[in-house]
């Protein structure tokens, strides 16, 4: 059994992890970590994780871009294993993540879901087939009112995904409100609309002449997101330092 300490238990998404976990007997959260303590739990939640004594295996991470930092400190120190979900992160953190890499096992994905991830791949052969005929690229991502990032982490992902398999061509345009010109073919346009309790939608739209593409993923639940990372917590028990992400898993 995989023991997890899930960092940031008592948000939505660490709600979510708690109900799903439960009901698999393969892994078992042993403790939470989170500031506020108005929910209980059937386990143990501290305040801080440097204050947690309790055993675990891997840390589930579904927290704020401000905490993630302290989470790094911790796998330094501890030499643990991580899987960071929470997403809006800063160059910085992103670069502490890279080095902790080095000496723990980490596993980070902008999105947990496995359909979303199995897109990506779709993408990458989409892309190369059709942007040498001329298609224009557009990425629209969709979200509740309630989330702080924009674009969401996903779209940015699909984007890069597609990007480098074209060699890093394109260059990402997010508003065009105050440029007056065409559109240039290099350009991969990435739109944010927020509204509502939208899960999250995201539509990869291929315009050619007299022909249009779209390829889409619609989250209608938070728990695709939870089974993907705790599918992740389980992949990452016992392995070697690396950065490793969704697509490991599912190989």
């Given at each position: ?68 930092g302290k989470v790094i400190d911790y796998c330094e120190k501890h030499r643990k294993p991580v899987v960071i979900c929470t997403t809006g992160l ?22 947990m879901s496995i359909g979303v991830n199995v897109l990506m791949k779709l993408l990458k052969q989409a892309v190369v087939r059709l942007a040498p ?59 944010a609309v927020r509204g509502g309790n939208i899960v999250g939608e995201h539509d990869v739209i291929f315009a050619g002449t007299d022909e249009v ?39």
């Amino acid at each position: 059994m995989v023991n997890i300490l899930m960092n940031g238990c008592n948000g939505k998404m660490g709600q979510v992890i708690t109900e799903l976990v439960s009901q698999d007997d393969s892994v078992c959260i042993s403790a939470g970590v989170d500031v506020y303590d108005g929910i209980e739990n059937s386990y143990p939640v501290f305040p801080s994780i440097d204050e947690v004594n309790v055993g675990f295996d891997v840390i589930i991470d579904f927290s704020t871009a401000a905490v993630v930092g302290k989470v790094i400190d911790y796998c330094e120190k501890h030499r643990k294993p991580v899987v960071i979900c929470t997403t809006g992160l800063s160059d910085d953190i992103l670069g502490r993540i890279e080095e902790l890499s080095k000496t723990c096992a980490v596993l980070r994905s902008a999105n947990m879901s496995i359909g979303v991830n199995v897109l990506m791949k779709l993408l990458k052969q989409a892309v190369v087939r059709l942007a040498p005929e001329g298609f224009d690229i557009e990425i629209v991502e969709k979200h509740h009112n309630q989330k702080l990032d924009a674009p969401s982490g996903t779209a940015l992902s699909l984007a890069d995904a597609m990007n480098e398999e074209m060699n890093g061509a394109y260059e990402y345009v997010y508003d065009r409100s105050g440029v007056r010109k065409k559109r240039d073919k290099k350009e991969m346009g990435i739109s944010a609309v927020r509204g509502g309790n939208i899960v999250g939608e995201h539509d990869v739209i291929f315009a050619g002449t007299d022909e249009v593409i779209t390829i889409s993923h619609t989250a209608y639940s938070k728990k695709i997101f939870a089974k993907g990372a705790i599918a992740g917590a389980r992949y990452l028990c016992g392995k070697a330092p690396g950065m490793y992400d969704m697509s490991d898993v599912m190989e």
